[in-house]
């Protein structure tokens, strides 16, 4: 059985490991711009599966931290959503990774310059994948708020509180931002900054909770 500092390394490692292949293939995919194209369209294509991969196994990774999370902070404040909800958020992504969504704005090549108008069974997918994604994330930016600030740890209680304020305020401004989708650039850098967030925050309660462990396999904040 996997010991619990490795669940919860495991997801230390998701949020910089999907950061990283995303920025790699943002420069280097012909065809694809980073200030036009969401993140999601990197799925597509004919090297899509290398971000179906980059979804799948991010989402797998977080699943094995919240198992995790779930074995050292159970049945502490918060011990029982702050991990469920992480749960719910890697299964997210692996359902955003599996189902992708539809080729628009002039990419693949080839694709409609326009916006999408017409959202197949798999976009629609993706889409529930990733409104499972941002609303977990949220949720559990809350419930580790409330854990941090029982412990007294004001600093983390806080980080945890900004983080679940910015994720919707930079989801929602960019699609205002966007006005009828015509203009992908707000859509697609707001969904780069809430990963950049959402993601290393969840990473980083990953490393919080594997570095106060005492002993090894029985970690607590």
């Known amino acids: 059985m996997p010991s619990t500092r490795g669940l919860l390394a495991c997801g230390a490692m998701a949020g910089p490991l999907f950061i990283l292949v995303v920025l790699v293939q943002d420069y280097t995919r012909a065809g694809f711009d980073p200030r036009r194209h969401p993140l999601s369209m990197l799925g597509l294509g004919d090297l899509g599966w290398i971000q179906i991969a980059n979804f799948t196994i991010t989402g797998l990774l977080f699943i094995a931290a919240a198992a995790g999370l779930w074995r050292s902070l159970h049945p502490g404040p918060g011990g029982t959503w702050g991990p469920i909800l992480i749960g719910a958020y890697g299964v997210g992504?692996?359902?955003?990774?599996?189902?992708?969504?539809?080729?628009?704005?002039?990419?693949?090549?080839?694709?409609?310059?326009?916006?999408?108008?017409?959202?197949?069974?798999?976009?629609?997918?993706?889409?529930?994948?990733?409104?499972?994604?941002?609303?977990?994330?949220?949720?559990?930016?809350?419930?580790?708020?409330?854990?941090?600030?029982?412990?007294?740890?004001?600093?983390w209680a806080l980080y945890c509180a900004a983080t679940g304020v910015a994720l919707p305020a930079l989801l929602v401004g960019g699609e205002l931002a966007s006005g009828d989708a015509a203009d992908s650039g707000p859509v697609s850098l707001s969904l780069r900054a809430a990963a950049l967030l959402g993601w290393g925050w969840a990473s980083l309660i990953a490393a919080r909770v594997r570095a106060a462990s005492t002993p090894p396999d029985q970690a607590s904040p």
Do not use: K, Q
């Not at 959202?119 to 889409?127: M, P």
């Not at 977990?136 to 419930?143: I, Q």
């Open 93 to 155: 992504l692996v359902i955003a990774g599996i189902f992708v969504t539809e080729p628009a704005w002039g990419y693949p090549p080839g694709a409609p310059a326009d916006p999408p108008h017409v959202f197949g069974l798999s976009s629609v997918l993706h889409n529930v994948g990733a409104l499972v994604v941002f609303g977990s994330l949220t949720a559990a930016c809350f419930v580790f708020t409330s854990r941090f600030a029982a412990y007294g740890d004001r600093r």
